[in-house]
């Protein structure tokens, strides 16, 4: 069983649909984020929960909803998508201070869900 | 802001070959520097790390120096095998900051 696991692995689905892409860590980690990576441009960081917190959106247009039930359990919940939105979808989670002290740096990453938006 | 910049792939060698991937950074203060590893059909996984200039991170026969100099963290290996075939990531962390700033990955390929 890896830490992190994402599904479903592959998405396709038109612009009119709701999906949700589930994230869950079997890590004991405190912290979850959503990354997006699309070819040929850098991993783009999306949101930030901290303890079941959203402590960063990172400019994301609303038709992404993120939902963090506890510290083991990440969703995206997908509405009204565009077609440029097709990109595998990364959850990642790493352990955090309480004090929100030097942070390590460190993420573990799930495989990744490929989303394929027509 | 941060940023991290990467040689441009796919870099394909033959097996055995002495590797070189090139990453150099921009950030305003002192940051935590990572290589990270995808293989096919997988999420990115840590390779090595250095927190401070002048550290050397090593794994699985991989090896970065943290240069502050040159602000830079190249990423080496002596003799490439075909099990390393991956994208390589380099990314940088600031201390006190959650967001991990990445480049935009270099493909390897090795060949037999």
């Known amino acids: 069983e890896t830490g992190v696991t994402q599904t479903p692995r592959h998405l396709v689905m038109g612009m009119t649909n709701k999906k949700s892409l589930k994230c869950e860590q079997h890590l004991g980690h405190n912290a979850m984020y959503w990354y997006k990576q699309s070819a040929k441009k850098p991993l783009e960081l999306m949101f930030v929960?901290?303890?079941?917190?959203?402590?960063e959106n990172n400019s994301v247009p609303s038709r992404f909803s993120p939902e963090c039930p506890n510290s083991s359990h990440l969703f995206l919940h997908l509405h009204t998508l565009q077609p440029e939105d097709s990109a595998l979808y990364l959850c990642?989670?790493?352990?955090?201070?309480?004090?929100?002290?030097?942070?390590?740096?460190?993420?573990?990453f799930g495989e990744g869900s490929r989303l394929t938006v027509l | 802001g941060n940023s991290v910049t990467q040689m441009e792939g796919p870099v394909t060698l033959s097996e055995e070959a002495f590797l070189t991937i090139n990453c150099t950074y921009t950030?305003?203060?002192?940051?935590?520097l990572f290589w990270y590893v995808q293989y096919p059909g997988e999420g990115l996984q840590l390779l090595l790390k250095a927190t401070k200039a002048d550290d050397k991170g090593s794994n699985k026969g991989f090896e970065a120096t943290y240069r502050k100099e040159t602000t830079s963290f190249h990423l080496e290996k002596g003799s490439v095998q075909v099990s390393d075939s991956a994208v390589y990531f380099c990314a940088l962390s600031e201390r006190g900051y959650q967001k991990v700033t990445f480049g935009t990955g270099t493909k390897l390929q090795v060949i037999p």
């Open positions: 929960y901290n303890f079941k917190e959203q402590t």
């Open positions: 990642a989670s790493s352990l955090q201070t309480l004090a929100g002290g030097t942070p390590r740096g460190e993420l573990f």
């Open positions: 950030a305003t203060g002192y940051p935590s």
